[in-house]
T-cell receptor, first 115, second 112 residues
Framework: DAGVTQSPTHLIKTRGQHVTLRCSPI?????VSWYQQVLGQGPQFIFQ???????GRGNFPDRFSARQFPNYSSELNVNALLLGDSALYLC??????????????FGPGTRLTVL | GENVEQHPSTLSVQEGDSAVIKCTYS??????FPWYKQELGKGPQLIID?????GEKKDQRIAVTLNKTAKHFSLHITETQPEDSAVYFC???????????FGPGTRLSVLP
């Protein structure tokens, strides 16, 4: 039973570069969310996509963008990288729980280091 | 918007003892509260959750309680084991939003 998968696992970039992170949700899950987790803190919401449409956006600059594909996989793009973008980027896929709320399952994350 | 606080930030217990982590939330309309366990180098793992129409939920050694009036919920781990050592995060889901708001985390160390 495959869980949420993310690639790559680690990435090193320099300031000003661009990065693309990828996520495949659990089979049957149509919603994907992206979070940024800085060391020592809880995950911070970046985007949520459902059925290929953006359903929510956190307080992140326009350098961050995302999209969802017909197979429900997703990409997170970050342009003009800054040192402060160094973090663990988490993807979570969601399904409605029995009570209507969304149970969210996380992937292992992509560790991005910006030098 | 929703704000979630979590205490303590670090917790050390002896193996076999109980551990309690507490979270408070600000938006009384939030209606779903999951708890995640994150081990080093891994993504958060959902361990238990509770909905706003339930006061308590138990799964083997783990339980969660919710006090809607006081706007706080707690994670209880009994008979702790060294493999329980990890960072634990609470979260709240506001009804108007699409995202979870996480607490800052609690680092639990279970000493053998």
């Amino acid at each position: 039973d495959a869980g949420v998968t993310q690639s790559p696992t680690h990435l090193i970039k320099t300031r000003g570069q661009h990065v693309t992170l990828r996520c495949s949700p659990i089979s049957g899950h149509k919603s994907v969310s992206w979070y940024q987790q800085v060391l020592g803190q809880g995950p911070q919401f970046i985007f949520q996509y459902y059925e290929k449409e953006e359903r929510g956006r956190g307080n992140f600059p326009d350098r961050f963008s995302a999209r969802q594909f017909p197979n429900y996989s997703s990409e997170l793009n970050v342009n003009a990288l800054l040192l402060g973008d160094s973090a663990l980027y988490l993807c979570a896929s969601s399904v409605l729980g029995s009570g209507g709320q969304r149970e969210q399952f996380f992937g292992p994350g992509t560790r991005l280091t910006v030098l | 918007g929703e704000n979630v606080e979590q205490h303590p930030s670090t917790l050390s217990v002896q193996e076999g003892d109980s551990a309690v982590i507490k979270c408070t939330y600000s938006d009384s309309a939030s209606n779903y509260f999951p708890w995640y366990k994150q081990e080093l180098g891994k993504g958060p793992q959902l361990i238990i959750d509770i909905r706003s129409n339930v006061g308590e939920k138990k799964d083997q050694r783990i339980a969660v309680t919710l006090n809607k009036t006081a706007k706080h919920f707690s994670l209880h781990i009994t008979e702790t084991q060294p493999e329980d050592s990890a960072v634990y995060f609470c979260a709240a889901l506001p009804p108007y939003g699409q995202n979870f708001v996480f607490g800052p985390g609690t680092r639990l160390s279970v000493l053998p």
